[in-house]
């Protein structure tokens, strides 16, 4: 590998385990709005049913489909109108509960913090997301992250989404960076790695833990499954 100087990481689902926070999440919302066992719901089928449709319309949202104000409530009026749950108001509901409660979990991939640690020795990091601005500063504050983070910079802030690499772009200029001595690190091979790839990073590290199957023909692309192999791939 060419000389790195400067590392960025997607945040959710590559550092901040997004699928263990968001369920225990799901799961307190649920009870506290008195939904479990409503209609015959169940927390673990309503939780598989949801991320279908939150993943959906967080794709929609990246293309510019649909708008913030959409995705925030919507998901949930979908997700519990598959029980034939639909109330005025409950999606909006639901989503404040949720959104006071999500970002508030601590859960990170394993290796995380050692990583991030490791690798704060040498090198500034920072957290490239399409995650919204208030939500992702809260989940910033987590003793595993915050140390070793220098900024975090959201399409928001941006205005741009991944893979756009216009949101690749800001980051670098904002931060002062040459895109081909960065590295990307994320579990999106599309919308991380190959986006900034295609923005002019050198490189690209795809953290697939759950090894969806993907052919990988760039030599710039290294696949990973677990986090603590990146100690090995930048020294």
Request: one cysteine or more; a negative charge; hydrophobic letters at 40%.
């Amino acid at each position: 590998m060419g000389e790195i100087k400067t590392i960025f990481w997607d945040l959710d689902h590559t550092l901040w385990d997004f699928e263990r926070n968001s369920g225990e999440a799901l799961q307190e919302t649920l009870y506290g709005l008195d939904l479990v066992g409503r209609n015959g719901l169940e927390i673990d089928d309503f939780i598989a049913r949801y991320h279908v449709i939150n993943d959906r319309m967080w794709d929609e949202y990246r293309r510019g489909l649909i708008v913030k104000e959409d995705l925030r409530a919507r998901r949930f009026d979908e997700a519990l109108g598959l029980y034939g749950i639909k109330e005025d108001g409950l999606g909006e509901r639901f989503a404040t509960m949720y959104l006071d409660i999500c970002p508030l979990k601590k859960n990170l991939f394993p290796g995380a913090e050692h990583v991030l640690e490791e690798l704060s020795k040498k090198y500034p990091q920072y957290i490239i997301t399409n995650g919204f601005s208030e939500v992702q500063a809260i989940k910033m504050d987590n003793d595993g992250l915050k140390p070793y983070i220098c900024r975090t910079i959201t399409s928001e802030e941006a205005g741009a989404r991944k893979p756009s690499p216009r949101i690749f772009e800001y980051a670098l200029s904002s931060v002062d960076c040459r895109a081909d001595e960065s590295i990307m690190i994320g579990d999106d091979i599309d919308n991380d790695v190959i986006a900034a790839l295609n923005a002019g990073f050198a490189r690209g590290i795809w953290f697939n833990p759950t090894d969806k199957k993907r052919d990988i023909t760039d030599d710039r692309i290294i696949e990973i499954h677990s986090l603590i192999e990146i100690l090995d791939i930048i020294s």
